[in-house]
Nanobody, 122 residues
Framework: QVQLVESGGGLVQAGGSLRLSCAAS????????MGWFRQSPRKEREFVAA????????YYADSVKGRFTISRDNAKNTGYLQMNSLKPEDTAVYYC???????????????WGQGTQVTVSS
Protein backbone atom coordinates (compact mmCIF):
# COMPACT_ATOMS: atom_id res chain seq x y z
CA GLN A 1 0.00 0.00 0.00
CA VAL A 2 1.09 3.54 -0.73
CA GLN A 3 -0.42 6.52 1.05
CA LEU A 4 -0.32 9.92 -0.62
CA VAL A 5 -1.03 13.25 1.07
CA GLU A 6 -1.18 16.47 -0.91
CA SER A 7 -0.68 19.97 0.45
CA GLY A 8 -0.02 23.47 -0.82
CA GLY A 9 -3.24 24.41 -2.55
CA GLY A 10 -4.90 27.77 -2.08
CA LEU A 11 -6.16 30.95 -3.66
CA VAL A 12 -3.86 32.95 -5.94
CA GLN A 13 -4.27 35.71 -8.48
CA ALA A 14 -3.73 35.10 -12.16
CA GLY A 15 -0.04 35.20 -12.96
CA GLY A 16 0.91 33.98 -9.52
CA SER A 17 2.56 30.78 -8.36
CA LEU A 18 1.87 27.87 -6.05
CA ARG A 19 3.81 24.76 -5.14
CA LEU A 20 1.97 21.56 -4.38
CA SER A 21 3.55 18.76 -2.38
CA CYS A 22 2.70 15.08 -2.30
CA ALA A 23 4.15 13.07 0.57
CA ALA A 24 4.29 9.34 -0.07
CA SER A 25 4.46 6.69 2.63
CA UNK A 26 4.00 2.96 2.82
CA UNK A 27 5.94 0.50 0.74
CA UNK A 28 9.05 1.56 -1.16
CA UNK A 29 8.23 4.17 -3.73
CA UNK A 30 11.47 3.97 -5.73
CA UNK A 31 10.06 2.14 -8.73
CA UNK A 32 6.87 4.13 -9.01
CA UNK A 33 5.64 6.91 -11.21
CA MET A 34 4.04 9.87 -9.50
CA GLY A 35 1.43 11.69 -11.48
CA TRP A 36 -0.53 14.89 -10.94
CA PHE A 37 -4.08 15.20 -12.19
CA ARG A 38 -6.75 17.85 -11.81
CA GLN A 39 -10.50 17.99 -11.92
CA SER A 40 -12.78 20.99 -12.13
CA PRO A 41 -16.59 20.95 -11.84
CA ARG A 42 -18.40 19.30 -14.72
CA LYS A 43 -15.10 18.13 -16.24
CA GLU A 44 -13.34 14.80 -16.26
CA ARG A 45 -10.15 14.30 -14.31
CA GLU A 46 -7.24 15.21 -16.57
CA PHE A 47 -3.53 14.50 -16.65
CA VAL A 48 -1.22 17.35 -15.68
CA ALA A 49 2.28 15.93 -15.22
CA ALA A 50 4.17 12.81 -14.18
CA UNK A 51 7.65 11.86 -13.09
CA UNK A 52 9.50 8.55 -13.02
CA UNK A 53 10.74 8.33 -9.46
CA UNK A 54 14.06 6.62 -10.22
CA UNK A 55 15.19 8.39 -13.37
CA UNK A 56 13.45 11.73 -12.97
CA UNK A 57 12.05 11.61 -16.49
CA UNK A 58 9.10 13.97 -16.70
CA TYR A 59 5.93 14.25 -18.77
CA TYR A 60 3.57 17.21 -19.14
CA ALA A 61 0.21 18.02 -20.59
CA ASP A 62 0.46 20.56 -23.39
CA SER A 63 -1.72 22.98 -21.42
CA VAL A 64 0.87 23.31 -18.63
CA LYS A 65 4.15 22.78 -20.46
CA GLY A 66 6.52 25.67 -19.79
CA ARG A 67 4.51 26.85 -16.77
CA PHE A 68 4.48 23.84 -14.43
CA THR A 69 7.44 21.82 -13.21
CA ILE A 70 7.22 18.40 -11.57
CA SER A 71 10.04 17.22 -9.34
CA ARG A 72 10.75 14.85 -6.49
CA ASP A 73 12.92 14.57 -3.41
CA ASN A 74 13.89 10.93 -3.02
CA ALA A 75 15.17 11.38 0.53
CA LYS A 76 11.87 12.87 1.65
CA ASN A 77 9.72 10.58 -0.51
CA THR A 78 7.90 13.70 -1.63
CA GLY A 79 6.88 14.94 -5.03
CA TYR A 80 6.25 18.53 -6.01
CA LEU A 81 4.34 20.44 -8.64
CA GLN A 82 5.60 24.00 -9.06
CA MET A 83 2.94 26.02 -10.83
CA ASN A 84 3.88 29.39 -12.31
CA SER A 85 2.00 31.88 -14.48
CA LEU A 86 -1.27 30.48 -13.21
CA LYS A 87 -4.44 31.13 -15.17
CA PRO A 88 -8.10 31.05 -14.07
CA GLU A 89 -8.55 27.90 -16.18
CA ASP A 90 -6.03 26.14 -13.91
CA THR A 91 -8.63 26.27 -11.13
CA ALA A 92 -9.35 22.70 -10.02
CA VAL A 93 -8.83 20.11 -7.33
CA TYR A 94 -5.35 18.72 -7.86
CA TYR A 95 -4.58 15.10 -7.04
CA CYS A 96 -1.35 13.18 -6.90
CA UNK A 97 -1.35 9.53 -7.80
CA UNK A 98 1.07 6.61 -7.93
CA UNK A 99 1.53 3.90 -10.48
CA UNK A 100 4.24 1.48 -11.58
CA UNK A 101 4.28 2.70 -15.17
CA UNK A 102 3.71 6.01 -16.92
CA UNK A 103 0.19 6.70 -18.07
CA UNK A 104 -1.95 9.77 -18.75
CA UNK A 105 -5.12 7.83 -17.96
CA UNK A 106 -6.42 8.31 -14.40
CA UNK A 107 -8.04 4.89 -14.22
CA UNK A 108 -4.66 3.18 -14.56
CA UNK A 109 -3.28 4.68 -11.35
CA UNK A 110 -3.43 2.50 -8.25
CA UNK A 111 -3.14 5.03 -5.45
CA TRP A 112 -4.55 8.53 -4.98
CA GLY A 113 -4.27 11.37 -2.53
CA GLN A 114 -7.28 13.22 -1.17
CA GLY A 115 -6.80 16.25 -3.41
CA THR A 116 -6.05 19.91 -2.77
CA GLN A 117 -8.01 22.87 -4.11
CA VAL A 118 -6.28 25.42 -6.33
CA THR A 119 -8.26 28.55 -7.16
CA VAL A 120 -6.90 31.18 -9.54
CA SER A 121 -8.74 34.50 -9.57
CA SER A 122 -8.77 36.79 -12.57
Amino acid sequence: QVQLVESGGGLVQAGGSLRLSCAASGRTFSSEVMGWFRQSPRKEREFVAAIRWNSGITYYADSVKGRFTISRDNAKNTGYLQMNSLKPEDTAVYYCAANNYHSRIPATYDYWGQGTQVTVSS
